[in-house]
C-alpha cells in the first residue's frame, strides 16, 4: 500500500501553497458524510456506479452496491461511490453507441481527478462495459470490472424465453400473422422478467465474457446471474480485491494487452458472441495504443472453433452457460491456443487461473475442443470493393446457403426510407436480392444504430422467406441472426462506395474468399460520386453533436474519438 501523502483522501490533492489547509479542509467535508478518521485514514476505493430509471439492466445495483462496500470495508478500504452516464440500451436515441465515448470520457475524468487508489467498475449493459474499461484504461488507476449479470429466462405457455433473441423470433412470427396480436402483448410481458441483462449470447454477455477472457474481472463472475446470490458475492469478492489491487501494477493497461486482446478474440469466436464486441475491442485496444486486425480476425477465426451452445446461435441462455462452467469452461477447451502469461486482476497469470478452475462443465453447452460445435468461429471480416475497410459477417447466425453468390441490390438510402418502404406490397423485391442499407454508420446521423438486421419485406415474410442478404454500415444487435453484412467501412456518411449503390446493381458475396464486391466498373462509381457531391452530414452547432461529428473514428477504430486515442498511437 502507497504510504500516507499518495493514497486516500490524500490522493491527487490540489493545495495551492498549503497542503496541510487542503487536506484539513477535504477531511472537515468527508466527516460531514459521517465517516469516522479511522474510516478517512483508509485507502479509498472508487466504485464507478450506473443505475439509473432509464437503465432497468442495472435495476439491481443498490444491492450490489452494498455487497462492494462490504467487501472493500472488510479488506481495510474506504468505499466511495460515485455515479458516472449510464447507458440503458433500450431508452436511447438515435442509439447507445453514440454516448458510449461520454461514458468512457466521464468514468476516465472522474476516476482521475477524485482521490480513489483503485475502482470497481460496475456495469452491464451493452455500452457500460466497453465504456468503462476504455475509460479505466486511459485513466490508468487499478481497476477491477463487475458486471450487474444476465437476466433469468421467462416462460410463455411452456416455453423458456429470453430478451431479446425470442423477443425478435416472435415478431418475425407476428409480422408474417403466424401468431395473434393477444400472443404477442402477452409475450411482451414475458420476455424481460428479471434485473440483469438480456439473457442469451448478446452484447452486454459476450463484453461480460470478454471482459473476463482479458483478466479485468474475478474468474467466474462473467455469467452468474442478476440474482443469484453468488453474484452478491461476486461483488463483495470485487471489493475485496480492488483493496488488495491498491499500488499493485494491476493496471487496465498491465491485464489489457496484445497478447490478452488476442484471447479475448478467441474468447469470442468460441462462444459465438456480438458483432458489437469487434467495434469495443478495437475501441479498447486502441485505448492501449494497439490495432486490432480484421485480417488477424480471420486467421483465428479459421482455427477457433464454436464452443458454447447459446442464442442467437444456440438453443440455450446465459443461466445455462454459467451452470454449465461459465467463460473459465471455455477457456479451459481452447487453453492451448491462448496466451497464458497474461496476468489479471488478482495478480494470478490466466494460467494459474485456469489451473485452480473447477474441472467440470457441461457438454450440453459447452463443447469440447476437439468436438466443437461449429469448427470454424462464429465472425468473419469480409473485404472487397465494396468494404475496402472491411465488413462483419457472424456466419454462425447465418444461413450457409447464403455464403456464396450474387444478388441485385435493393436499396434503402435511409433508416426513414427503410421504414416507409419495406413493407410496401409494390416494393420490387425477391427472395435472392441483397437488401443495401446505407447511410447508417458511425457517420451518419443516425450514429451507427442497431439497423443493420433488416426486416425480411412483408410480402416475402408471409410467403415465408426467413433470410436474405442484409448489407450496411450500421450494427445488429447480439441478439439477432440471419445472414447480415455489417459495419461496412468506409461508411457511406464517410464517402464509402456504399453511399453509391444504386438500385438494380450487382453484389457478389463470397465468404470463402471473404469478399463482397459491388460488380460496378470503378468509372461508373466515380461518375455516381461527382453527380452525388458531398455526402457528408451537417456538423452540428454546438454540444455533444458536434463533438462526436468532428471527432468519430470508423468502425475499424472501434467508433472511438480522434482526441481520445492516445498521443503516441496517432
Ligand atoms: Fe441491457 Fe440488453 S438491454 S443488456
Ligand atoms: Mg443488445
Known sequence: MKNDDVHGLANGLTNYGDRDFALYLRRSFARSMGYSNEMLARPTVGIAYTPSGFNNCHRHFPELLDAVKRGVIAAGGLPLEFPTVSLGEVFLSP???????LMAMDTEEMIRAQPMDSVVLMGGCDKTVPAQLMGAMSAGRPA????GGPMMTGRHQGERLGACTDCRRFWSKYRATEIDKVTIDKIEGRLSTTSGTCAVMGTASTMACLAEALGMMLPGTAAIPAVHADRLRAAEASGIAAVQ???????PGNIITAKSLENALQVLLAIGGSTNAIIHLAAIAGRAGLPMSLDRLNELSDTTPVLVNLKPTGDNYMEDFFAGGGVGAVMRELKNDLHLDCLTVTGETLGERLAADEEWVDRSIIAAYDRPIEPVGGLVALFGSLAPGGAILKRSAADERLFEGEGRAVVFDSLADLAARIDDPDLDVQANDYLVLQ????????????????PIPKKLAQQGVKDMVRLSDARMSGTAFGTVILHVTPDSASGGPLAFVRNG???RLSVKQRRIDLLVEPAELERRRAAKGSVVPPVPERG??????????????????RFLKPVAAE
Open 95 to 101: 442509439t447507445s453507441l453514440r454516448f458510449r465515448n
Open 505 to 507: 446493381d450487382r453484389i
Open 245 to 251: 489491487m491498491i499500488g499493485s501494477n494491476r493496471t
Open 144 to 147: 477491477i470490472q463487475l458486471v
Open 439 to 454: 447511410n447508417a454508420g458511425p457517420f451518419s446521423a443516425s450514429c451507427m444504430p442497431e439497423a443493420g438486421y433488416l
Open 544 to 561: 455533444y453533436g458536434r463533438l462526436y461529428a468532428e471527432q468519430i473514428l470508423g468502425a475499424d477504430e472501434g467508433c472511438d474519438f
